[in-house]
């Protein structure tokens, strides 16, 4: 069995990805989304945490937080706030897959994948490639052309805050910019 090891680092900043059971793409539609905004509100409400970026995908999301000086439990923060989801996704009339009998014996659900894929952001030039990763996403899986033509990301906030211009990696006059390289992050879990 692989030795998982996560490094918790007070104050420290991490990228996730977090991936749907099966990759079914389901996280784009209204219900789950208002599903997701809740549950990652109310476990902010109780552990806090900064979010730098987000971006939502149809079977998958990315994000990068700041955690507190004094709590660098992320793994607690992202099982609450998938149980969470997972309660009002279901009490909503979402369905799951089909999960195995193990399991069902630790009394897990088919929403998401078991596991999510962590990195610790070491410094201001890692933060800015994967601000760019998240902010790109959704272009790579050839959701839209532009990043900016992704509703579902927080690369809109970070224009009005002057981090990105509005036409960012903008291919809608077939400019085609060319994208930085993102070999080295590895974009979901379970591939």
Request: aromatic share 14%; charged share 30%; with cysteine.
């Given at each position: 069995?692989?030795?998982?090891?996560?490094?918790?680092?007070?104050?420290?900043?991490?990228?996730?990805?977090?991936?749907?059971?099966?990759?079914?793409?389901?996280?784009?539609?209204?219900?789950?989304?208002?599903?997701?905004?809740?549950?990652?509100?109310?476990?902010?409400?109780?552990?806090?945490?900064?979010?730098?970026?987000?971006?939502?995908?149809?079977?998958?999301?990315?994000?990068?937080?700041?955690?507190?000086?004094?709590?660098?439990?992320?793994?607690?923060?992202?099982?609450?706030?998938?149980?969470?989801?997972?309660?009002?996704?279901?009490?909503?009339?979402?369905?799951?897959v089909s999960i195995s009998s193990a399991r069902k014996r630790h009394r897990e659900r088919g929403i998401w994948q078991r596991r999510f894929w962590e990195h610790t952001i070491r410094d201001e030039?890692?933060?800015?490639?994967?601000?760019?990763?998240?902010?790109?996403?959704?272009?790579?899986?050839?959701?839209?052309?532009?990043?900016?033509q992704w509703p579902f990301s927080t690369f809109h906030r970070l224009v009005e805050e002057g981090y990105y211009p509005?036409?960012?990696?903008?291919?809608?006059?077939?400019?085609?910019?060319?994208?930085?390289?993102?070999?080295?992050?590895?974009?979901?879990?379970?591939?």
């Amino acid at each position: 069995m692989p030795d998982y090891r996560r490094i918790f680092r007070p104050g420290g900043t991490f990228f996730f990805t977090v991936v749907t059971g099966q990759r079914r793409p389901f996280l784009c539609q209204p219900k789950s989304r208002d599903c997701l905004r809740t549950a990652i509100d109310k476990v902010h409400s109780s552990r806090s945490f900064a979010t730098l970026a987000f971006v939502l995908l149809p079977e998958h999301f990315h994000c990068i937080w700041k955690l507190p000086d004094d709590d660098p439990d992320f793994s607690v923060r992202l099982a609450c706030i998938k149980k969470e989801f997972t309660r009002l996704w279901l009490a909503v009339g979402g369905d799951e897959v089909s999960i195995s009998s193990a399991r069902k014996r630790h009394r897990e659900r088919g929403i998401w994948q078991r596991r999510f894929w962590e990195h610790t952001i070491r410094d201001e030039d890692d933060l800015a490639h994967h601000l760019n990763y998240i902010h790109y996403n959704p272009v790579k899986h050839e959701l839209v052309k532009c990043p900016h033509q992704w509703p579902f990301s927080t690369f809109h906030r970070l224009v009005e805050e002057g981090y990105y211009p509005s036409d960012w990696l903008c291919d809608c006059r077939d400019q085609r910019p060319k994208p930085p390289s993102f070999d080295d992050i590895k974009d979901t879990v379970g591939e």
